[in-house]
C-alpha cells in the first residue's frame, strides 16, 4: 500500500498503532508495525474486517497471524505471482495437451500412409505406376527419418512440459502449507470453508483446538531448533488422526486447529482424546547429547459451529474451551459443554 499521509497524519496514526500495539501485547517489529499502520489507516477494509472480528471474537492476536496477514494483504507482489502462477500453468496444460494430440495425429499418419502404399503396389505391376510408387516411397522414407526427430523433440517437449506443470502444482499447493510442519495454513483453511459452505451452507463442522504444554518454557530451556524439530513430529503425530475428509492446520506458534465436517461433538471429542493419547506416547533424545527429552503433552478443545456466530466468533469460542482444558490441569480434552458449568 502506498501511503500519502503528511507528517502529521503519519505521526498521529504512529501514536495509534503504539497504542494498538501496546493493547494487544504484540511486539513492534516491522511486520507488526506495518499490519497495524494498514489497519489504523482504514484502507484495506479486508484485512480491517478480519481484525475487528478477530477483537471482537477475543481471537488470538499474535505474531503467526500478524505475519500470515502481512504476505496476504501486503506484499505487494503477492497478487502478481498468483496470478502468473495461474497463467502459467494454464499455458503449460495446453502446450501439453497440442504436443500429445501432435505426437498421436504424427504417428497415424505415417501408419495410414504406409499402410496406402503397400495397397498401391499390390494393385498392379506396371512400370511407370512403380516407379512412382517408389519415388514417393523414397520420399515417404525420408519424411518419416524427419518426422520422426521432430516427434522425438515432441516428446521431450511433452514431458518438460509435463514435468512443468507437476512443479507448478507444487508450488502452488506448497503456498497452501505451513513449510515447518506440513500442515495446512490460514489461507487454505479459508479456502476449504468456502467449499465445504458452498456444498451446503448450514453444515456441521467441529473444531477442535491444539496447544502444546508449556512449550515455550521447553523452547527456553532447549532452544529454537529442537523445539522446531518436536513441534514438526507432533503435527505429523496430530495429522495421523484427521481422516482425508477433514483439515488440520497450524493456526498459530504452537498451536493447531483440526476442522471435521459432518461429524458431531461427541465423536469430535472422541477424536481429540485419541490425539491427546497418541501424543502423550511420543518419546523424543536428543540427537546431540543422546538424552531423552520430557514427555510432551497437549491440551484440547472441542467446540461445533452455529450459524448464528461468524468464524472468527467460533474459533474464539474454540479458544476459550482450550482454555479451559489447561485451567483445568492440561494435557486434557475439554468440549464446549463444559462452558457452561
Keep these: 500500500m502506498k501511503y500519502q499521509d503528511s507528517l502529521q497524519q503519519a505521526s498521529d496514526k504512529a501514536a495509534q498503532v503504539k497504542l494498538f500495539l501496546q493493547r494487544t501485547n504484540l511486539a513492534a517489529h516491522p511486520v507488526n508495525y506495518a499490519v497495524s499502520y494498514e489497519y489504523i489507516s482504514g484502507y484495506n477494509s479486508e484485512l480491517c474486517h478480519i481484525i475487528e472480528h478477530k477483537l471482537l471474537a477475543k481471537a488470538p492476536l499474535d505474531d503467526f497471524v500478524m505475519a500470515e496477514l502481512y504476505i496476504r494483504f501486503l506484499a505487494a507482489a503477492n497478487p ?43 494393385l498392379g505391376t506396371d512400370t511407370p505406376l512403380l516407379n512412382i510408387v517408389n519415388q514417393l516411397q523414397h520420399s ?3 519424411f518419416r527419418l524427419s518426422q520422426q526427430q521432430m516427434q522425438q523433440q515432441l516428446l521431450l517437449a511433452n514431458q518438460q512440459s509435463h514435468q512443468l506443470r507437476h512443479e507448478l502444482e507444487q508450488l502452488k499447493q506448497q503456498r497452501l502449507l505451513d513449510p515447518l510442519t506440513g500442515l495446512y495454513n490460514r489461507l487454505a483453511m479459508q479456502n476449504q470453508l468456502d467449499i465445504w459452505f458452498s456444498e451446503q451452507p448450514g453444515r456441521r463442522i467441529a473444531a477442535i483446538a491444539v496447544d502444546l504444554d ?3 518454557r521447553f523452547n527456553l530451556e532447549y532452544g529454537n531448533t529442537i523445539g522446531d524439530v518436536i513441534l514438526s513430529k507432533v503435527a505429523r503425530k496430530v495429522s495421523s488422526y484427521v481422516q482425508n475428509s477433514g483439515l488440520p ?17 461427541r465423536s469430535a471429542s472422541e477424536i ?12 523424543f533424545v536428543s540427537s546431540r547429547t543422546k538424552k531423552t527429552l520430557p514427555k510432551v503433552t497437549i491440551s484440547l ?15 474464539g469460542r474454540t479458544a476459550e474451551v482450550l482454555l479451559l482444558a489447561k485451567q483445568r490441569g492440561r494435557n486434557q480434552v475439554a468440549n464446549e459443554t463444559m462452558l457452561a458449568i
Design 80 to 122: 502478481q505471482q498468483e496470478q502468473l502462477l495461474q497463467e502459467a500453468s494454464s499455458m503449460v496444460s495446453r502446450m501439453a495437451a497440442y504436443s500429445d494430440v501432435a505426437a498421436e495425429q504424427l504417428d497415424s499418419y505415417i501408419q495410414q500412409l504406409d499402410s496406402s502404399m503397400l495397397q498401391i503396389k499390390n
Design 140 to 142: 515417404t522414407t525420408e
Design 214 to 216: 508449556h512449550f515455550s
Design 249 to 265: 492446520v497450524r493456526s498459530g506458534g504452537e498451536e493447531f486447529l483440526i476442522l471435521l465436517p459432518d461429524v458431531d461433538l
Design 272 to 283: 481429540a482424546e485419541q490425539v491427546r493419547r497418541g501424543v502423550e506416547k511420543l518419546r
Design 301 to 315: 478443545g472441542v467446540s461445533l459451529y452455529q450459524q448464528t456466530e461468524n468464524w472468527y466468533q467460533f474459533l
